[in-house]
């Protein structure tokens, strides 16, 4: 709580340094904006006090970051790293792939549409909430982010990937107690393992893995009702309900609130989406013959030493495939894309270029993080009748013009009703007039071509092969 009450008092004395310092003279005398914003706060008193609420939980959790990090050895941070790349999108790529092409191709597609929907969940409260993660100093992060905290991507997919698996394996095959345990430790340890991972590399409060865990549960627990419709959906053999799914999967991109240069949030659920629509439109290729192209289905009863060739003949000969198709794609969708850009006198930049001038740590929680209060200064004029009072506040003279339009006047159960539309409108107004991120389009492109292959045309190259 200390480092919360530092941050009231270090609000005042910012408001006034910029007062004296860093604002220009104008005719009202408004200063500088100190604050950190974030698209919640768009949405009136209630947004603000819940984004306050939640940093003063993720501040709260310092002292066990910092208990955590005096047991920090050498061998453990190894141990530890190795946990937390469990739970990234290149691990997550090359389970998707394994479960496609070797065990159970319906478990693969299902699982590469779930975690799109865990990326795009992340993304979209990241982006949304704008909170820090753990302060630095005290705390010494052990690994760069360029992404804002809470939830945590590690946690929300550590919940939703493993314990998929696990249920999945449980309503689909029939395994002995033994085979069920040993399946059941070692979901346990996954997921458990991925969590911890992230406190021990200070990269993540408790507040962030705890949020990124109930969300996960909760999604997890709507996907499970759904599953079946999904793939029975994506399954017909007519291109119309994949058109209509991947219409709605662009709508959904429009949703997402819009993130500052550098954060990979966005582009990270765009080349989620773009995994997705390669599994929807491969999906909707396949032929009743080639309908099974897991390994274990193709060629039921293999022995061991057989199924182990096969298997690292697929892995091979498919990894080889995905990568000269993500190299030809990029290189002729990047030039497509740059010269399209150009035409149309859009200013463009690239992100992950971007990320590379950007500081390692610049999402901490450090003392220059301010929130805006929860109730602005032209909201507190309005209760109070002595307007003289007011010309020591950080935002200057207010005309009662002024105050008759300041949004925390509006009743405050409307701000609900209209944040869906606002955020849509705001987003794509401040998408139209900044510069755009190249890297956006071309990794959809890019990763719907990798993923269609891998889903449809890979395959169909490991049958006539006969492996």
Same mark, same amino acid.
């Given at each position: 709580m200390s480092l919360r009450s530092g941050t009231l008092s270090l609000q005042e004395e910012l408001c006034q340094r910029s007062n004296s310092e860093n604002c220009e003279s104008s005719g009202k005398g408004k200063c500088c904006d100190p604050y950190v914003h974030a698209p919640i706060d768009n949405f009136g008193v209630a947004g603000r006090w819940f984004r306050h609420k939640l940093l003063d939980g993720i501040l709260v959790g310092t002292p066990v970051l910092l208990t955590i990090q005096?047991?920090?050895?050498?061998?453990?941070?190894?141990?530890m790293k190795a946990l937390s790349f469990l739970g990234t999108e290149d691990f997550y790529t090359i389970l998707f792939l394994l479960l496609s092409w070797i065990f159970d191709a319906r478990l693969g597609r299902l699982f590469g549409i779930l975690m799109g929907i865990g990326f795009y969940t992340t993304g979209y409260l990241k982006t949304l909430l704008c909170l820090p993660r753990p302060p630095r100093p005290p705390v010494v992060p052990l690994e760069k982010a360029f992404d804002w905290a809470l939830p945590s991507h590690h946690s929300l997919l550590g919940v939703i990937m493993p314990w998929y698996i696990w249920l999945y394996t449980k309503l689909h095959?029939?395994?002995?107690?033994?085979?069920?345990? +040993?399946?059941c430790t070692l979901i346990v340890l996954w997921s458990f393992g991925v969590l911890f991972s992230r406190l021990y590399l200070g990269v993540h409060?408790?507040? /962030?893995?705890?949020c990124g865990g109930i969300v996960g549960v909760l999604v997890l627990s709507?996907?499970?009702?759904? /599953? /079946?419709?999904? /793939?029975?959906?994506?399954?017909?053999?007519?291109?119309?309900?994949?058109?209509?799914?991947?219409?709605f999967f662009l709508f959904l991109l429009c949703l997402h609130p819009v993130a500052e240069p550098g954060n990979p949030s966005f582009c990270d659920t765009c080349i989620l989406f773009g995994v997705v629509t390669g599994i929807v439109l491969g999906r909707s290729q396949r032929s009743r013959l080639l309908g099974m192209s897991g390994l274990l289905e193709t060629h039921p009863g293999l022995d061991f030493i057989t199924f182990t060739q096969f298997t690292l003949s697929r892995v091979v000969i498919g990894g080889i495939c995905m990568l000269v198709t993500k190299a030809i794609t990029k290189l002729v969708i990047k030039a497509v894309v740059i010269n399209v850009f150009n035409l149309a006198? +859009?200013?463009?930049?690239?992100?992950?270029?971007h990320r590379k001038t950007l500081p390692q740590h610049s999402k901490h929680y450090t003392r220059d993080f301010i929130l805006p209060p929860i109730r602005s200064a032209k909201a507190k004029l309005d209760d109070d009748d002595d307007t003289a009072s007011t010309t020591s506040s950080c935002q200057g003279d207010v005309t009662p013009d002024d105050r008759k339009s300041s949004p925390d006047d509006e009743d405050p159960r409307s701000w609900f009703s209209w944040m869906v539309i606002c955020n849509t409108v705001l987003g794509l107004a401040s998408r139209s007039k900044a510069a755009w991120d190249s890297d956006v389009p071309i990794q959809i492109v890019v990763y719907t071509a990798i993923s269609f292959a891998s889903v449809e045309l890979i395959p169909r190259l490991f049958y006539a092969m006969g492996i």
């Open positions: 005096e047991h920090r050895r050498p061998y453990l941070t190894t141990f095959y029939e395994l002995s107690t033994l085979e069920m345990g +040993v399946v409060s408790p507040a /962030d893995i705890v709507l996907w499970m009702q759904v /599953d /079946d419709y999904v /793939d029975l959906y994506i399954s017909q053999q007519r291109l119309e309900p994949q058109i209509q799914l991947i219409l006198g +859009v200013s463009t930049y690239s992100s992950s270029v």
